[in-house]
C-alpha cells in the first residue's frame, strides 16, 4: 500500500513539474512566424481592450510598454491570459462568453507578438509627478470627484490605478474630451456590458431635483449619486421625470483651463501611482 | 450501479406503502377507492414520471397545453402556450412560485420541458435534471464528463432537451447525442456524431420527428464542415446525415472556390420546426467559415446562412433559400424558422441576424417579403428575388470600420414567438454596430477560424436593446420595448393575452401583448440568456425562465 501511494505521490509531483515547466517556457520566443500568427490571434482575442497594434485602447493598458504592472517574465504572462487579473476588467482565457477560448500553443503565440513589439526602452515619465499630485488635490479640482490611494471625492471613478491601465492618449482624451468615451461603473458578473458613467436628473413626485450619475439602472429602477454624494435609490415609475445623457458630468478640461504641461505633470502624478 | 440500487430501494418502499394503503393495514377499514381518493385529495399525487410521449402527442401538441413537449412548444415553432389563467387582468400579481439552483456558472440558454408535471432542463457542462414541477425539486440529475479540452466558441452552454417515449435527448459540447431515461436520468445509449477536437460540439435542442432525433452542428468559428443527422430513437443509430456544405459533384458545390468547402463551416446549431402535413424539416444554417473574411472563399457559399427545407425521413433536401449570401459578417442565419399561416398562405418568418424580417412561402421556399427591422447599414438594395444583397463597402478591412448590425446581429439565438391571437411575430433585437477589420489566419485544425476581428463601435454607442412586436404580413414593426440594455432572452406568447421575455439586469416582464405595456415584472439576481415557457400542474399555470445561474417558475399567487 504504501509503495503505491509512493509511486502515485512520485507520479503526482512528476506531472506536477511537467505542467509547471509547459508554463513556463515560450516555445516561440524570438519566432518571427508565431509572432505574426499571435498577431491574429491578438486581434481576435484583446484587441477589443488592447487595441489592434497593442498599443491601448480606451479600456485597456499599452502593452507595448517594456514595463507592465501585472507580468514580467513570459510565465507572468501567460498566467494573466490564462486566468485574467481578479478586481480588473482583464477576463481568463475562454470566459467572455463570447469568443473561442485559446489554446495554450496560441497564448504563446500572442506573448511571441506582444513581445516584438515591445519598445525597448522604457518611456521616460514627461512631467512632474510632484507637481501633478499638488494640481490633483488641488487648483486642478480633479479630486472633488475623484479618488487616489483613499483620499478624494466619490462622484467619478476611482483613479489610484488608471496610470497603468490606460493609455496617455486616452487618458488625455479624457480630461480634455470626458465625454467621448464615459467610464465604465459597476460590472455585474452575467450582464453583458458594464454600467456606464451617465449623467442624469431625476424629479421626484414631490418636486425634488438630483443631479449626479447613475451607480446602476434597470427598466424598472435606477441607483444614483447626486453631486453631493448622496446615494438615492429611486423607482422610475414614482418619478415626475427622469433623464439621461451621455454628456458626462465631468467638465471638459479645455487647454485653457489646464495647460498642457500642467495635464502632463497630472498625468506622471497617476502613472506614479498606478506603478506601485 | 449505486444510483439503481438506490432506485430500486425507493421502489421497494413505494410499493409497499402504497400496497400496505390499498391493502387496508394502513388506513384500516376504508375502501381502496377511498384510499386512491384520499392520496389524490392529501396531494400525494402519484404522476407516471416520464410518461409515455408520442409522436402523435407532438404532432397535436395544441391539445394538452398543460405540457411543452418541444423545444419551441409546438412543431411550428411559435413558442405560444394556449394557457390562459394568467391573463392581462391578473397578470400584476404573480408571485415567485419556486427557484432551482443548477450550480453551473455561466450562462444558462435552456428552454425546458414540461411533461405530465416533470420539468425537462439543461445547464452548463451538459447537466441535464428532472424536476418536480410544482416545487422545483430534483428528481434525477445527469452531468456528462466532458473533456477538459473542449472549446466551444460561445460557452459551455446548451439549450434544451427532446423528448420521446421514455427518454430524453441530450446533444453534449464533445459532439455527441446521448439517451436519458426520462425516470433516472440514466443513460441509455450514446452515439458519437464526430471528433470534438476538431471544432465539433452540440449546444441545439435537438429535434424529435417520428422515431428520429434530429440534430445540428455547431462549429462554425473552427472551420468544421457543417450537418444535419438523425438518430433513431430506440438504438442511437444514425439513419440520415445532411451535410450543409455540399461535396464534389453535388449542387452548389461550385459555389465555394478550391477546397475552401472542406472548412466550409454552414452549422446548424439551433432547433428547426417541423411540418407534419408535408413532412418537411425546416432547418436554419450558420455562418459560412471562416466567419468575417470572404477571400479564399468566392461564392455565394452554400448552404450557409440558409433555410434548409428536408425531407424528415431521409435527409434529402426539398428546397432551400440563402438568406446571407457570401456572409463576413458572422450573421447565422440560425434564429428558429416560424410557420405562419396568415391571408391563406403557408408561410415561414425568420427574424434574421443580419437585421432583415424574412417572410418565405413554405410550400417552395420562395421570398415573399425582406423588411429591415431594425439599424443595418450593410445593404441598400435587392436582388431580383427582393434578397437584400451586401454593399462592397461592408466587407471587413484591415484597418477596421462601422458596420450594423454588429456581429452579435440584429437578434441572435433568442427564441422569438407568434401569437396568432394578435397576429404578431414578437422578437428580442439589439442595435449594435461593430468594427470589422481582418485578421487572416490559416485553418488549423481544432484552432479558432475566424479570419477577423470584430468589437463594439464606440461611435455607435448606446448599444439599444428591444422587445420588438412585428406584423408578417408587412414587416411593419407594430410596438416596440426599449430595454436598459440589449438582452439575450427568448420571448413567449400564451392565451392569456401576454407576451413574457427578461433583460441583462435580471428582470422578467410580462407585457400586455397588444401594446407592449410592461404589466409585471420580478427580479431574478442573473442575466437572462433563455427563452421563457408555460406549463401547468394540478389546473395551475406556471411559466419558467432559466436566469444567472437557476431556473424561476411563476404563477398566480
Known sequence: MLTRCLVALVGFVFLGTLAHAADDRNPFAGDAKAAKAGEYEFRINCALCHGLGAHGGGRGPDLTRAQKKHTHSDADMFQVISNGIPGTAMPANGTNGQGVGMTDEEIWQIITYIRSQEMKAAVNPQGNAAHGKELFYGDANCSLCHMVDGKGGRLGPELTAVGASRTRAALIDSVRNPSNRLAWGLTESTKEFPQEYESVTAVTADGKEMKGVTLNEDSFTVQIMDTTERIHLLEKDKLRSFQKTRQSAMPRYAASTLSDKDLDDILAFLVSVGAK | ?557
Not at chain 2, 390 to 414: D, R
Not at chain 2, 479 to 506: I, M, N, R, Y
Open chain 2, 1 to 557: 450501479m449505486r444510483r439503481r440500487a438506490k432506485t430500486q430501494g425507493l421502489k421497494a418502499i413505494i410499493f409497499c406503502i402504497l400496497n400496505a394503503a390499498l391493502e387496508g393495514s394502513l388506513f384500516h377499514g376504508w375502501s381502496k377507492s377511498a384510499v386512491v381518493a384520499g392520496l389524490i385529495a392529501l396531494s400525494i399525487t402519484i404522476i407516471p414520471a416520464g410518461a409515455q410521449v408520442t409522436f402523435e402527442r407532438l404532432v397535436n401538441s395544441a391539445k394538452e397545453p398543460q405540457n411543452w413537449m418541444t423545444y419551441s412548444g409546438d412543431y411550428s415553432g411559435k413558442r405560444f402556450s394556449g394557457l390562459n389563467q394568467i391573463n392581462k387582468t391578473n397578470a400584476h400579481t404573480m408571485v415567485a412560485k419556486w427557484v432551482y439552483q443548477t450550480g453551473a456558472t455561466g450562462k444558462l440558454e435552456t428552454s425546458p420541458l414540461a411533461v405530465d408535471g416533470i420539468l425537462y432542463a439543461t445547464a452548463q457542462d451538459d447537466r441535464a435534471f428532472a424536476l418536480d414541477a410544482r416545487t422545483g425539486r430534483p428528481i434525477w440529475m445527469y452531468q456528462r464528463q466532458v473533456p477538459s479540452d473542449i472549446r466551444p466558441c460561445c460557452g459551455h452552454v446548451n439549450r434544451g432537451l427532446a423528448i420521446l417515449a421514455d427518454k430524453v435527448f441530450l446533444g453534449t459540447l464533445d459532439a455527441h447525442v446521448i439517451a436519458l431515461d426520462a425516470k433516472t436520468g440514466n443513460v441509455v445509449w450514446d452515439a458519437t456524431a464526430a471528433d470534438y477536437r476538431t471544432g465539433h460540439s452540440f449546444t441545439v435542442a435537438p429535434l424529435v420527428v417520428k422515431n428520429l432525433i434530429v440534430i445540428g452542428i455547431s462549429g462554425g468559428e473552427y472551420g468544421v464542415r457543417g450537418f444535419i443527422d438523425a438518430y433513431d430513437a430506440d438504438t442511437g443509430e444514425r439513419k440520415w446525415r445532411l451535410y450543409t456544405v455540399p461535396g464534389p459533384g453535388e449542387p452548389g458545390h461550385d459555389t465555394w472556390e478550391g477546397d475552401s468547402w472542406k472548412v466550409g463551416g454552414a452549422p446548424a446549431w439551433n432547433t428547426g420546426t417541423y411540418d407534419p402535413t408535408t413532412n418537411q424539416i425546416f432547418w436554419p444554417t450558420g455562418n459560412p467559415s471562416p466567419s468575417n473574411r470572404g477571400e479564399g472563399r468566392a461564392g455565394d457559399n452554400l448552404y450557409s446562412n440558409s433555410l434548409l427545407a428536408l425531407n424528415a425521413d431521409t435527409g434529402k433536401m426539398n428546397w432551400y433559400f440563402q438568406f446571407t449570401k457570401h456572409d463576413e459578417h458572422d450573421w447565422d442565419a440560425t434564429q428558429v424558422p416560424v410557420m405562419v399561416d396568415a391571408s391563406g398562405k403557408h408561410l415561414i418568418a425568420q427574424a434574421n441576424r443580419n437585421g432583415f424580417f424574412y417572410v418565405l412561402d413554405r410550400t417552395n421556399g420562395k421570398l415573399i417579403s425582406a423588411t429591415a427591422y431594425g439599424k443595418q447599414t450593410w445593404s441598400d438594395t435587392k436582388d431580383a428575388e427582393g434578397r437584400p444583397i451586401a454593399k462592397k463597402e461592408a466587407s471587413p478591412t484591415l484597418e477596421g470600420h462601422t458596420v450594423c448590425p454588429g456581429a452579435l446581429g440584429t437578434t441572435n439565438f433568442m427564441a422569438p414567438t407568434y401569437d396568432a391571437q394578435t397576429g404578431l411575430f414578437y422578437v428580442t433585437a439589439r442595435d449594435q454596430c461593430d468594427i470589422f477589420s481582418t485578421a487572416p489566419q490559416p485553418y488549423e485544425a481544432g484552432h479558432a477560424f475566424y479570419g477577423s476581428a470584430y468589437f463594439p463601435s464606440e461611435e455607435a454607442k448606446p448599444y439599444l436593446g428591444f422587445l420588438k412586436a412585428i406584423d408578417p404580413t408587412t414587416g411593419e414593426v407594430k410596438w416596440k420595448f426599449q430595454h436598459t440594455s440589449p438582452t439575450w432572452s427568448g420571448v413567449l406568447s400564451t392565451a392569456g393575452g401576454l407576451v413574457f421575455s427578461g433583460d441583462a439586469e435580471g428582470n422578467f416582464i410580462a407585457f400586455d401583448a397588444s401594446s407592449g405595456k410592461p404589466l409585471w415584472h420580478f427580479q431574478m439576481g442573473g442575466a437572462v440568456y433563455a427563452p421563457p415557457m408555460a406549463f401547468a400542474v394540478d389546473g395551475k399555470e406556471y411559466v419558467a425562465i432559466a436566469a444567472g445561474s437557476a431556473v424561476y417558475a411563476f404563477g398566480l399567487p
